[in-house]
């Protein structure tokens, strides 16, 4: 086949070819890579050259939350590219300026100094380098199920398999056990694993910890929504024994939960909040570390040492301030909280109908399956870090009905865009109910 290489006018399949041949896909071995060519995309939808369309219940890689092809986000790259296309990170830029003080509206409790990197992972490594040189302390605690990025020292902190290649990795990570044990063990109540996280902290020693980083709800490794109490238990533990608080917003932040920060539903603080993904929705990467101002002071006569050349990237600042005007223009958050009320309520549906349904969790538009084989043993459909043949069905079956979201282990995601409408969600869970079909054959008792 000859490869068509002047990018207009492309097939499917010559896209994939040349893309196979020339460049490397994330987290896979290259003979196992299926991808599925992107021709275009707008609003919960995107499509291949051929025109096959596919309901985007992932938002990408929960990353997408305004919807894709904006074109108010559009106008503001354009614009900023045409004025100012690049400054160092020496510069002060209006973007970068005004992007600061706009994140101190919006973000919680006295967070009100950023910095601004290329994305998630380096926002958590950042926030690591703050802490230690803040408190001159060196381990971090971490929990095991977690991700975090796929960097150096991001993987570390992980705690999920993803991390197990990367090792041994940076040295002082310390991984504690969540308050969730998986689908048969289910859940520890707050008092149960904070118990065990003090055990943890009073057994590393206490006056050694810089931080305790947890995502605020844990994304791909389940959607786990803390019980209640249990951040506001954290935060506690942190202040007794003098550790930062470092919540990882990066998927849970800008509206998926139904509030600008996921910290914002229990009303708790933490010392550092990392984010990407959804500030600017995925247009141009970007990423950024907030901090609380006594952090932030400590830097005032001391050197931070940290940065890249494309850290405050101009477009990036632009992008994000005008993804955030779409926020509010279109009143996501509200509408996240509105959808968010009937996916829950649709997942109930499922959950009564399908006996492959073992449990699913929502907050928001973030949202989980669990599947297993048995309600009453709990067996999951497919083990840790594992598929099976039903899963795997499954996941072919939702790419074939044109429905785009992840099948992981024994669970997959509802994640649309936070624009998603009614129509649109059920059409997504149309598909799903149809789908289940498939894995309650599996179903024992």
Known sequence: MTTNTTGKGMSGEEMIALTKKHTLF???????????????????????????????????????????????????????AATLAYANPYMATEARARLGAKLAEIAPGDIDVFFFTNGGAEANENAVKLARFYTGRHKIL?????????????????????????????????????????????????????????????????????????????????????????????????????????????????????????????????????????????????????????????????????????????????????????????????????????????MAEMEKKHPSVGATRAIGLFGIFELVRSRKTREPMAPFNGASEEMLALGKFFRQEGLYTFVRWNTFFTNPPLCINEKELREGFAIIDRALAITDKAVKD
């Open 26 to 80: 994330e987290w896979s071995a290259q003979s196992k890579v299926d991808p599925i060519p992107v021709a275009g995309a707008k609003g919960c939808y995107f499509w291949t050259p051929e025109g096959k369309r596919y309901l985007d219940f992932n938002s990408q890689l929960m990353s997408v939350n305004i919807g894709h092809g904006d074109p108010r986000v559009i106008q503001a790259i354009s614009e900023q």
């Open 142 to 346: 971490a929990r095991y199920r977690s991700y975090h990025g796929g960097t150096a020292g991001s993987i570390t902190l992980t705690g999920d398999p993803r991390r197990w290649a990367a090792e041994p990795g940076i040295p002082g990570v310390v991984h504690v056990l969540d308050p969730y044990h998986g689908i048969a063990r289910g859940w520890d109540t707050a008092e149960q694993a904070l118990a065990l996280l003090e055990e943890t902290i009073q057994l590393e020693g206490p006056a050694t910890i810089a931080a305790f980083i947890l995502e605020t709800v844990t994304g791909t490794n389940g959607i786990l929504i803390p019980p209640e109490g249990y951040l506001q238990g954290v935060r506690a533990l942190c202040d007794k024994y003098g550790i930062l608080l470092i919540a990882d917003e990066v998927m849970a932040g800008f509206g998926r939960t139904g509030e600008w920060f996921a910290v914002n539903h229990w009303n708790v603080v933490p010392d550092l909040l990392t984010m990407a993904k959804g500030l600017t929705s995925s247009y141009v990467p970007l990423g950024a570390v907030g901090m609380r101002r006594r952090i932030a002071e400590h830097f005032t006569d001391k050197v931070f040492y940290g940065g890249l050349t494309y850290n405050s990237h101009p477009l990036g600042c632009a992008t994000a301030l005008a993804t955030i005007r779409v926020y509010e223009e279109d009143r996501l958050l509200e509408n996240t909280r509105k959808m968010g009320a009937l996916m829950k309520e649709l």
